[in-house]
């Protein structure tokens, strides 16, 4: 979702500054991206590190708050990914949102889009956060379907990992943060050009790296 689907990274990040300086702790926007794709619990043990002298519960109560509120005054879609979305659903695939955000934010993009997903697997909903393949796992169980079968579709590195590990088809696209070539990965610099036929194509096997050497 965040990312991926929905350019909310400005907003976390908005949201750490703010928090972060009310403990006087200086938070960059590369500090920032440090977390993109990190399950809440981890950002909040970070920020905690740095000096937010709060528990790790209210952290990230803080931030899913800012956030939610935000996204809910103003979804800040990736219109690539937004489009192919709309085309999936049109075509009746059966779509899973595979987030780290908690179930209260999951909630409020979800607003924008009724009847899009039909399983959602958010952070409070796993053990185990990205980049470990449970949340992916999860929801192909939940879709009733082999892993082997779906295309997962990320942008950050422990999202990426998540999905590549479960054994999914991954296609990374190259939003804020670098992505490391990994045997197997489809790497994009956009979803600009994809449709329902770029999918089959992944899901059939095919890797589509337009990286190369640069991540």
């Known amino acids: 979702m965040d990312g991926t689907l929905i350019d909310s990274e400005p907003y976390w990040i908005a949201a750490e500054t703010e928090l972060a300086a009310r403990f ?3 938070w960059t926007h590369a500090d920032g991206l440090g977390l993109v794709g990190n399950p809440l619990t981890l950002s909040a043990q970070i920020l905690r590190e740095r000096g937010v ?5 209210e952290i990230v109560e803080f931030l899913l708050g800012r956030v939610s509120e935000q996204v809910r005054a103003h979804v800040p879609w990736q219109e690539d990914a937004r489009l192919l979305l709309e085309a999936c659903v049109e075509a009746g695939v059966p779509c899973a949102l595979v987030t780290m955000s908690y179930t209260r934010l999951a909630d409020a993009f979800l607003e924008s889009v009724p009847g899009a997903f039909s399983v959602v697997v958010t952070g409070d909903r796993v053990s185990r956060g990205k980049p470990d393949p449970e949340a ?4 192909a169980s939940e879709l009733g379907v082999d892993i082997e079968a779906c295309v997962a579709i990320e942008d950050s590195p422990s999202g990426v990992g998540s999905a590549w590990s479960s054994g999914a088809r991954t ?3 190259r939003r804020l943060v670098a992505i490391e070539p990994r045997e197997g990965l489809s790497r994009v610099r956009s979803l600009d050009a994809w449709d329902l036929d770029s999918l089959s194509r992944v899901a059939g096997g095919e890797v589509i790296d337009e990286l190369g050497a640069d991540r």
């Open 171 to 173: 296609v990374a696209v």
């Open 53 to 57: 002298d709060l528990p790790d519960e």
């Open 24 to 26: 006087g702790v200086t």
């Open 136 to 139: 992916y796992l999860s929801a």
